[in-house]
C-alpha cells in the first residue's frame, strides 16, 4: 500500500489515454468504428456523449480473442441534443471494439464524445450524474398545445413523478417515453389519459433518454405544476 496514493494502493493511473475524443464538430458517419483492440488492466471505461446537434448512438462490443469473433457483449447507448450520456461501463472481454452505430443526418450529429479507460468500477452500468429533474410550478399550456421536457442526463435507477395540482381538472393529459438517437419514441413508461393533483408514483428508470410531454386536450389554457425527480443509484 502507498499512502498517498488516489486509490490507497500501489496504481497511481486512474485514467488511461481517450480511446476516442472530440469536443466539437459533426459526428463520424454510421459504421464508422472509432477504436478496437485489446483493452486490459481497466476494469471499466468512462463514456460522455454530448451532442449539440441531433443525437447519435455509440456501440460498444467485447470480444474474448484477437480476432474479435468470439462476442460476450454487444451495447448500445442513445443520446439527443436534449439529453447526453455520461456513464460507467464495465468492460466484458479482452477486446474490445467501438463504433457509431447510428447518427441523425437532417441535422447532422455534432457535439462532444469521449471514451477513456478508468479504474472506478461500474457494476455493469453507472451513471455519473447528478439526480436528474424537471420542475414546473403553474406552468401554463396554450388550448390544444403540447409542452416538451426532457432530463438534461440520462440516469438509471427510480423515478418520482408527483402532480400538485392542476386546473382546470381533466385538461391535460401526460406520457412519459424512451426515445431513440433520433428523439423518436421508443417505449412508454407511462400514458395517462388525465392526470390528477395529488399523484405520486415510483417507476423504475432505464439508461434512455427520457420525455415528458403534457398534452392541454381543452379548448382553453391550462397549468399544471408537477415534478419528475430521478433517485438513481448512488445517490
Known sequence: MTIGHPDWDSNVIWRGKDLYAQSSGDYPAAGTVLWE?????WPSLQVLINPSAGGMQLAIKSYTDSTMSIGVGDDTFDATSNTGQLFLYESRGAYLQLSI???TTSP???GHLAVTPSRAAANEYRALVTPQ????NAQSIGAGDTLNEYFRWVVLGQLQWIVTAVSPADSIKATLQYLTYAGAAEAIVFDDAVILGGANETYNALPFPLNLQLVNT??????VTTTLISQQQGW
Open 37 to 41: 483492440g485489446y483493452y486490459t488492466g
Open 101 to 103: 452505430s447510428a447518427v
Open 108 to 110: 447532422a450529429g455534432a
Open 133 to 136: 429533474s424537471i420542475i414546473l
Open 218 to 223: 381543452t379548448t382553453a389554457a391550462a397549468t
